[in-house]
């Protein structure tokens, strides 16, 4: 959540172009684990439940009662979904020291990406009538995904490793291919989506482009949502973005970059995603993995017994944080593009706190310190 508005590296391009991956390339690559070796050393306790609501809950609605009140339940767990992917993502990208690198790039796109993601469920919700609460849906790391989603799949914050790319981002963008885990119980972000897609077709609400923001995000325009047909483009563009679709190899929406799975496959594997014959593997050019800042995995509950110069900077980033997800409600609460620019330009103060305590060792252990994007008070689960 920096400066991601604008990418310099590429001409702006439409949010609609993307290239369309086969599942077959996810067998590929190496099985996801649903529970990194990290992630199950820091995890304190059991998974907390979803605040807003279960994504198995609501699939299970029948197709006749997902009306106008149920689309605005699930847009507000699309809210939170969205929102937990960015620092995990975040702290990979600030980790890597060379930011001009192919990594940081690629990291730095999926941000924008994500952030574009979000953008795009607060003008949904809306649309169809609701608020985004966004400081309630601040996540606690470690912790699953809301909602649900990819169950047994823990998120936590480090800085970029091969276990982190593996664990954490392909587990959370993985496509709907084969994997260890049930559909039944254990829904993917696609299949959620896909489960909006069709409640906005059946209930055909009335939609509302007052309150709605129009920003460019990362290399996209975010723009109000005033038809079924803009609601279908827009969920598929989060669908394709982030884990692609099981389609022909051969349709291309216009530019070369991968998926959000298969680009964190390239970083995992060192090799980019190449045709082979009717399948893609990873064989392709090198993708050398980045010289980055040892920032270790923050534990439940934060740092303990932390210097009074990291703790300052943990306070700083925390507020700045804070202050962006404050200003981002007021944003869509009002209609108010002045506050999105603000919390924009609050983004940008992130990276400086969070890099600085990524050069700080912890004494007695190995690694650094990193943010921990700890969420507002209120938000908090009882005794964080």
Known sequence: MTGTTSDPDKPEASPFKRRSFVAAAALAAAPVSLAGPAAAAHAAGPPQAAPFGSVARLMAVPAIGRDVGWLRQALQVAVELELS???????GWWSVKDRSSEVARLIRRIVGDEMYHLGVVCNLLVAVGGRPRISDAAPTYPGPLPGGVRAGVNIYLSGLTKSVVHDVMMAIEAPDAPLTRSRATSPSV?????????????AAPELSARGQLSEHIGSAVLKPVENLDDVERCLEVIKEQGEGTITSPDESF?????????????????????????????TGAPVPFPDTRPMATVP??????????VRRLLDHF?????????????AWDGGDPSALRAAVHAM?????????????????TPGNYGPQFRPPLSSRPTGQ
Do not use: N
Request: a negative charge; glycine letters at 10%; one cysteine or more.
């Open 85 to 91: 992917t960015i620092p995990p993502y975040l702290c």
């Open 190 to 202: 696609a299949d959620f989506y896909s489960t909006l897609q069709q409640a906005f077709r059946q």
């Open 254 to 282: 216009g530019d070369d970059h991968p998926a959000h799975y298969y680009a964190f496959g390239e970083i995992y594997h060192g090799r980019r995603l190449l045709k082979v014959g009717a399948s893609r593997q990873f």
């Open 300 to 309: 439940a509950g934060g740092w303990p017994h932390a210097s009074v110069l």
């Open 318 to 330: 925390d507020t700045t944080y804070h202050a962006v997800l404050d200003t981002l409600e007021t």
């Open 348 to 364: 940008r103060g992130l990276e400086t706190p969070a890099v600085e305590l990524m050069e700080i060792g912890i004494p007695g």
